[in-house]
T-cell receptor, first 115, second 116 residues
Framework: AQSVAQPEDQVNVAEGNPLTVKCTYSVSGNPYLFWYVQYPNRGLQFLLKYITGDNLVKGSYGFEAEFNKSQTSFHLKKPSALVSDSALYFCAVRGGNSGNTPLVFGKGTRLSVIA | GAVVSQHPSRVICKSGTSVKIECRSLDFQATTMFWYRQFPKKSLMLMATSNEGSKATYEQGVEKDKFLINHASLTLSTLTVTSAHPEDSSFYIC????????????FGPGTRLTVL
């Protein structure tokens, strides 16, 4: 069975500091990994994905994530946080051989960037 | 990128009435669409998977007679909440899947349903 763990309910970081939002996963086969961001009363916005290739993936709004196969992790990072980055972040996974099955989501991590 | 729309974005209805939510893929054909429900400050809960031209597959615990899903075309799926009650109040999000190699899911902006 596929699963995603986001161990932190809340991450607080000062503006200008680097941020990390953690995600680990479990799938059979090669993983397809995604990060989404959600602002209040809005749908999910795609940030980035890992399918294959370079382990370091760069996405929207200056975010990046590193795929680590040995640690089954896909942590989201940004070198310098902005107050406008404050939102709810979801990590999601699908097994590479699972066809059109839906993404499995983590429980979400609320990021708060303090000015 | 691919765009998914939902209508309405917000609806308030009286208890006992039915509400229909539309989900459209605007610039691609979606053979598969998903409906999620999100409770306040919680993750997305998959309700059902909808394939064009066939019956939806509901997740365990989701009442198929209460949440009617129709996927009549490759660009439109509808969710009808029948005889809505206050406990059905929630944020409903649809997602459409393209047929690309990664089977990416694109999400609608969500519909806030409030049942009085």
């Amino acid at each position: 069975a596929q699963s995603v763990a986001q161990p932190e309910d809340q991450v607080n970081v000062a503006e200008g500091n680097p941020l990390t939002v953690k995600c680990t996963y479990s799938v059979s086969g090669n993983p397809y990994l995604f990060w989404y961001v959600q602002y209040p009363n809005r749908g999910l916005q795609f940030l980035l994905k890992y399918i294959t290739g370079d382990n370091l993936v760069k996405g929207s709004y200056g975010f990046e994530a590193e795929f680590n196969k040995s640690q089954t992790s896909f942590h989201l990072k940004k070198p310098s946080a902005l107050v406008s980055d404050s939102a709810l972040y979801f990590c999601a996974v699908r097994g590479g051989n699972s066809g059109n099955t839906p993404l499995v989501f983590g429980k979400g991590t609320r990021l708060s960037v303090i000015a | 990128g691919a765009v998914v729309s939902q209508h309405p974005s917000r609806v308030i209805c009286k208890s006992g009435t039915s509400v229909k939510i539309e989900c459209r893929s605007l610039d691609f054909q979606a053979t598969t669409m998903f409906w999620y429900r999100q409770f306040p400050k919680k993750s997305l809960m998959l309700m059902a998977t909808s394939n064009e031209g066939s019956k939806a597959t509901y997740e365990q615990g989701v009442e198929k007679d209460k949440f009617l899903i129709n996927h009549a075309s490759l660009t439109l799926s509808t969710l009808t909440v029948t005889s809505a009650h206050p406990e059905d109040s929630s944020f409903y999000i649809c997602s459409a899947m393209s047929g690309g190699g990664a089977f990416e899911q694109f999400f609608g902006p969500g519909t806030r349903l409030t049942v009085l």
